[in-house]
């Protein structure tokens, strides 16, 4: 994965040293999922002229959280950014401050704006408002973290997941005017106000999911 204009010797480092990291999350904070928040991140940076190799690494580091508790990823990822004494290579102090705040700004439940452009890319770009992959992540992480509960009630979590975040009422907030996340978040709040086209979605991820897992 070479990612338009970042330093070659930074992407070999990422991908060599950090992404493999992912294969121990669950299977909605995994590779695929750093890798198409890497590429929206990508994208982002291009419209907006933000440096490529900040973003790359903000996109790159922004759930290593999850190697811990998941209510403070953000923050536990921050830290793991700035104790990197490796980017120091790449970056200033500066630069890997205004990182670390970015990976702390990420998450979608925040009660406030990202403190700069960067945090507001790498949240843009984590939102994945992309409507069936909104569903099977939710499905993903809901299977993988609640093990004990029944279809019945995974699909009550699921509901209501998708109305605290992501409905009208929702807290998901985007903070790049005219990004592609905006039609997609319409597309999906649509789905969320039929009550049987939702439970269909969450029926086809559903199955699909524990069939994955009972092999």
Known sequence: MIYNTASLDL???????????????????????????IRRSTELAMKTGADMNMVYTIAAYHDLGM??????????????????ARLKKWFSAEQI????EAVEDHRASASRA?????G????EADRDIVPEVVFQRTVQFGLANYPELDKEQHWQRFKEHMDQKYSANGYIRLWIPGSPNEEKLKELRDIIAD??????KFDTYYESETKIEEK
Do not use: C, W
């Not at 991908?15 to 750093?34: C, K, S």
């Not at 401050?97 to 670390?100: E, S, T, V």
């Open 114 to 118: 990202p403190r700069s452009l960067y």
């Open 195 to 200: 009550s049987r086209l939702l439970r269909s």
């Open 11 to 37: 992407v070999e480092f990422v991908e060599t040293q950090i992404l493999p990291q992912y294969a121990n999350f669950d299977r909605a904070h995994n590779m695929e999922h750093v890798t198409r928040v």
């Open 67 to 84: 190697s811990g508790p998941r209510a403070v990823h953000h923050i536990t990822g921050g830290k793991i950014l700035a104790n990197d």
């Open 120 to 123: 507001k890319i790498v949240a």
């Open 97 to 100: 401050k205004i990182m670390k």
